[in-house]
T-cell receptor
């Protein structure tokens, strides 16, 4: 199994809603990532979990709250988002955080905030 | 300074021809990794090829090869025998211990269109 599975694929939410994005991998990877990507731009790193501990938070607003319940699962909890948060949210994993380790990406959640 | 530079916002190539996508990078780390990803309109980021800084040979993966010129700090992607399915965004990325904290740093991307 060499997949990273993200759900849902599409999400529309209002600014007062609370929703969660989910990500799962069964490759035994110990590093998991959340990226945000605007159209025609490169992915921007949001959070990194290494061995289930948050190791990097790229100054992301608190309305985004990550959670890593176990080594296979990564969630991103969303609350009180703004329209400018509309983007493609990509989850990724890698075996570890080594220099030569490639990222395996999920297919993303296309988020629209109304 | 930009860590990864892709100077070609858009490229066109005739089907069955070869195309080179440019990527230059900037790091003072002796050990680093260079990666290319393809992103079709569906959104998924697909890994194509990897080159380590100490690798003596240029990396190849099927129709993809990486023209690695270490002294010039360039890692160009060569796609041979282009197919219509190669139309996508292509991102060059680097991972280095100090300059990027071993996190991926992506270039701005090149949009490739394959013409029938």
């Amino acid at each position: 199994d060499t997949e990273v599975t993200q759900t849902p694929k599409h999400l529309v939410m209002g600014m007062t809603n609370k929703k969660s994005l989910k990500c799962e991998q069964h490759m035994g990877h110990r590093a998991m990532y959340w990226y945000k990507q605007k159209a025609k731009k490169p992915p921007e790193l949001m959070f990194v979990y290494s061995y289930e501990k948050l190791s990097i938070n790229e100054s992301v607003p608190s309305r985004f709250s990550p959670e890593c319940p176990n080594s296979s699962l990564l969630n991103l909890h969303l609350h009180a988002l703004q329209p400018e948060d509309s983007a493609l949210y990509l989850c990724a994993s890698s075996l570890n955080s080594g220099t030569g380790e490639k990222l395996f990406f999920g297919s993303g959640t296309q988020l629209s905030v109304l | 300074a930009q860590k990864i530079t892709q100077t070609q916002p858009g490229m066109f190539v005739q089907e069955k021809e070869a195309v080179t996508l440019d990527c230059t990078y900037d790091t003072s780390d002796p050990s680093y990794g260079l990666f290319w990803y393809k992103q079709p309109s569906s959104g998924e980021m697909i890994f194509l090829i990897y080159q380590g800084s100490y690798d003596q040979q240029n990396a190849t993966e099927g129709r993809y090869s990486l023209n690695f010129q270490k002294a010039r700090k360039s890692a160009n992607l060569v796609i041979s025998a282009s197919q219509l399915g190669d139309s996508a965004m292509y991102f060059c990325a680097m991972r280095s211990p100090v300059d990027t904290g071993n996190q991926f740093y992506f270039g701005t991307g090149t949009s490739l269109t394959v013409i029938p």
